[in-house]
């Protein structure tokens, strides 16, 4: 095998390789979005079905406010990054689309000068609305916790404070958040 077989060979062993990476990265990115969107709304559901059985867990409900602001600003983020990446990829399948227009229409001795080239990384728009849309379900998931530890804790209090109300010298619920 001579210098040029072996450039042209080591060209196209990364370009699979690059082809690999990027279908990862796209399999990845679409897992990413698939979890976000189902852990979010699940996390809607389930809280909003539980306070409503809920009757006495009515503490600290800006904290469950917030959670489901948060939770619906990750579904509408995840969303808009999915449909700009959708618009991004169907940009460059346009544009590809034209260059081989453009490529079928050079002379055998031009094509032969042309390089083709691909676009690698992730759109920064794209990129940063999927950061934002972690960060809104990981406080998401902070605010619900908080609100039922809370919740949890109140109703502990509220039972210790009926034991001593009904003779008992003690109890095991000693809360430093909440007032007896």
């Given at each position: 095998m001579?210098?040029d077989?072996?450039i042209?060979q080591n060209?196209?062993?990364l370009i699979?390789?690059?082809?690999?990476?990027?279908?990862?990265?796209a399999d990845q990115?679409?897992?990413?979005?698939?979890?976000?969107l189902?852990?979010?709304?699940?996390s809607?559901?389930?809280?909003?079905?539980?306070v409503?059985r809920?009757?006495?867990a009515?503490?600290c409900l800006?904290?469950?406010f917030?959670?489901?602001?948060c939770?619906a600003?990750?579904?509408?983020?995840?969303?808009?990054a999915?449909?700009l990446?959708?618009?991004a990829?169907h940009k460059?399948?346009?544009?590809t689309?034209?260059n081989?227009?453009?490529?079928?229409q050079?002379?055998?001795?031009?094509?032969?000068?042309q390089r083709?080239?691909?676009?690698v990384?992730?759109?920064?728009t794209?990129g940063?609305?999927?950061i934002l849309?972690v960060?809104m379900?990981?406080i998401g998931?902070?605010l619900?916790g908080?609100?039922a530890?809370?919740?949890?804790?109140?109703q502990?209090?509220a039972?210790c404070?009926d034991?001593l109300a009904?003779g008992h010298?003690?109890?095991?619920a000693?809360?430093v958040?909440?007032p007896?």
């Amino acid at each position: 095998m001579n210098g040029d077989e072996r450039i042209r060979q080591n060209r196209q062993e990364l370009i699979a390789l690059l082809d690999t990476i990027l279908a990862k990265t796209a399999d990845q990115a679409h897992e990413i979005d698939k979890a976000l969107l189902t852990l979010s709304s699940g996390s809607l559901v389930i809280s909003m079905t539980l306070v409503g059985r809920s009757p006495g867990a009515n503490l600290c409900l800006g904290l469950l406010f917030g959670s489901w602001a948060c939770f619906a600003v990750c579904l509408i983020l995840v969303v808009v990054a999915m449909t700009l990446a959708h618009l991004a990829t169907h940009k460059s399948a346009k544009e590809t689309a034209d260059n081989l227009e453009r490529f079928s229409q050079m002379s055998p001795e031009e094509a032969a000068l042309q390089r083709v080239t691909r676009p690698v990384g992730t759109d920064k728009t794209v990129g940063t609305l999927n950061i934002l849309a972690v960060g809104m379900f990981i406080i998401g998931v902070a605010l619900l916790g908080w609100f039922a530890a809370a919740n949890v804790l109140s109703q502990e209090h509220a039972r210790c404070i009926d034991r001593l109300a009904a003779g008992h010298e003690t109890c095991k619920a000693n809360s430093v958040f909440l007032p007896r």
